[in-house]
């Protein structure tokens, strides 16, 4: 079996899926590659899949009407990525966010259909659904409730506990539309943290 494979049936083995039910779920899927800078989905596209991430780095960002762009967040090897999809009257799923890579990843592209039918013949199947919705909720209400309780500088010290080694592989630049500063500011906290 493929290693990205490998990897992704030891993340969802806690959410119960026999071996024919993991055997019957890949065979509806495929390992893909995208390069640095690549999008796996732009904001608004039409979704129809989402990915595990075996290997690299991407981030969700969204671009503003005046053109600034603002990280919510970043995913690294071994999770689980979609757009934060919402269903429209048109019985299809868009984008929220862009999700670029970082870096060169290597993932396991899932398509609805899949997850659908595991939805109707495994029990167990609502599980990786139910996992996936709460890690998004979770992972925005702590990002927009530090934005509004946290100061810049205990959000940059909180950064290698939420995201480890990110500072080694993203830019400052990236790291500053996280932080909601610029790349000068970020600067200067990184060396006042060298100070004290």
Known sequence: MNKAYTSFKNFIAPFGLNESEFKTLITYCEVVQYRKGNNLMTEGEKQSK??????????????????????????????????????????????????????????????????????????????????????????????????????IFERYYDLENTYPGIQQRATQKVIATYLRTTPVHLSRIKKSKFKS
């Open 50 to 151: 989402l990915y595990y991430l075996y290997k690299g780095l991407v981030r969700y960002f969204i671009e503003t009407n005046d053109g600034e762009i603002h990280t919510y967040g970043f995913r690294m090897e071994n999770s689980l990525i979609t757009g934060y999809a919402q269903h429209n009257n048109k019985n299809e799923y868009r984008a929220e966010v862009s999700i670029e890579c970082l870096e060169d990843c290597e993932l396991i592209e899932i398509p609805f259909i899949a997850t659908k039918y595991m939805e109707s013949n495994s029990l167990n199947a609502d599980k990786v659904a139910r996992y996936l919705a709460e890690t998004h909720i979770i992972e925005l209400v702590q990002f927009i409730k530090e934005l509004d309780t946290k100061s």
